[in-house]
Nanobody
Framework: QVQVVESGGGLVQPGGPLRLSCAAS????????MGWYRQAPGKERELVAS???????NYADSVKGRVTISRDNAKNTVYLQMNSLKPEDTAVYYC????????????????WGQGTQVTVSS
């Protein structure tokens, strides 16, 4: 199995920064894409940012210029640095990991974390 655990959420004032972390562990042979999604109350889950194994990134228009995604391939970890946070960034943030397992060898997997709450409020 593959476990994905997020951390770093919390309450932050508008305009402030916050850094989220996500670590994947377990029977992992390789990870192709790691991404952050968010879901606000009453809304669908949406992509915030993603990064592939080569470092290519993709951002939602709503966060471009305010958010930076990065990863440490050796640690199977992805980070989301968020700056200039707005109240509309309030949501549960989920980490998604796509890759291949070691056991069974080469089987493709997609794993989600349990989510971490980010609240932007004064």
């Amino acid at each position: 199995q593959v476990q994905v655990v997020e951390s770093g959420g919390g309450l932050v004032q508008p305009g402030g920064p916050l850094r989220l972390s996500c670590a994947a562990s377990g029977s992992i042979f390789s990870i192709s894409v790691m991404g952050w999604y968010r879901q606000a109350p009453g809304k669908e889950r949406e992509l915030v940012a993603s990064i592939n194994s080569g470092g290519s990134t993709n951002y939602a228009d709503s966060v471009k210029g305010r958010v930076t995604i990065s990863r440490d391939n050796a640690k199977n970890t992805v980070y989301l640095q968020m700056n200039s946070l707005k109240p509309e960034d309030t949501a549960v943030y989920y980490c998604k990991t796509d890759g291949r397992r070691t056991i069974p060898r080469g089987v493709v997997f997609t794993s989600w974390g349990q989510g971490t709450q980010v609240t932007v409020s004064s």
